[in-house]
């Protein structure tokens, strides 16, 4: 069984930073995409950043520049490093593992709040 734990988020002022960690347990094949999406109210779920395990990424418009993705391979874990934060990157944010064969799974999100 595989699960997301995510942690890091928070409310913050615009300009601020934040870093999100997730931490994949469970049988986790060698290659994988983590990353994190992100749903604010009364919108549909967007993807944020993610990344291969060989470090391929890919990032939202809305976010280049301003977010990094990394992960450490070695404990399965992807990070969400926010900066430059404005007040519309205000989300719940969730965590994504999406498998070869196609299994997604999901964390449980984290809030992160951004005030003006």
């Known amino acids: 069984q595989v699960q997301l734990v995510e942690s890091g988020g928070g409310l913050v002022q615009a300009g601020g930073s934040l870093r999100l960690s997730c931490t994949a347990s469970?049988?986790?094949?060698?290659?994988?995409?983590m990353g994190w999406y992100r749903q604010a109210p009364g919108k549909q779920r967007e993807l944020v950043a993610r990344?291969?395990?060989?470090?391929?990424?890919e990032y939202a418009d809305s976010v280049k520049g301003r977010f990094t993705i990394s992960r450490d391979n070695a404990k399965n874990t992807v990070y969400l490093q926010m900066n430059s934060l404005k007040p519309e990157d205000t989300a719940i944010y969730y965590c994504?593992?999406?498998?070869?064969?196609?299994?997604?799974?999901w964390g449980q999100g984290t809030q992160v709040t951004v005030s003006s």
């Open positions: 990344s291969s395990t060989a470090s391929a990424t």
């Open positions: 469970g049988n986790i094949p060698s290659y994988n995409l």
């Open positions: 994504n593992l999406f498998l070869r064969t196609e299994a997604d799974y």
